[in-house]
């Protein structure tokens, strides 16, 4: 049974960090290409980063890059997403994906 699960969000201030992990489980890790995805409320989810599964290509959205990096542990099953200078319109749910499969997301608050 594939399994993702995503953890480390939670209520940051403007301008701050957080680092979002997601271990898989269930499948060959480190065959796929995993990524990371977000919806906010009223919107549809969009893609935000994703990482090839040697980990040597990485993509960004616009709305993210320079200030978010995507990473990954295959020993550890695990994919990272470091989020830093974290704006309001960076609140929303984050979701891991990968071997067509989600994981069941976590919140991230940008709030002064």
């Known amino acids: 049974q594939v399994q993702l699960v995503e953890s480390g969000g939670g209520l940051v201030q403007p301008g701050g960090s957080l680092k979002l992990s997601c271990v898989g489980s269930?499948?060959?890790?480190?065959?796929?290409?995993m990524s990371w995805y977000r919806q906010a409320p009223g919107k549809e989810r969009e893609f935000v980063a994703d990482?090839?599964?040697?980990?040597?290509?990485?993509g960004y959205a616009d709305s993210v890059k320079g200030r978010f990096t995507i990473s990954r542990d295959n020993a550890k099953n695990t994919v990272y997403l470091q989020m830093n200078s974290l704006k309001p319109e960076d609140t929303a749910v984050y979701y891991c994906?990968?071997?067509?499969?989600w994981g069941q997301g976590t919140q991230v608050t940008v709030s002064s």
């Open positions: 994906h990968g071997n067509s499969d």
């Open positions: 269930g499948f060959t890790f480190n065959y796929y290409v």
């Open positions: 990482i090839t599964s040697t980990g040597r290509t990485r």
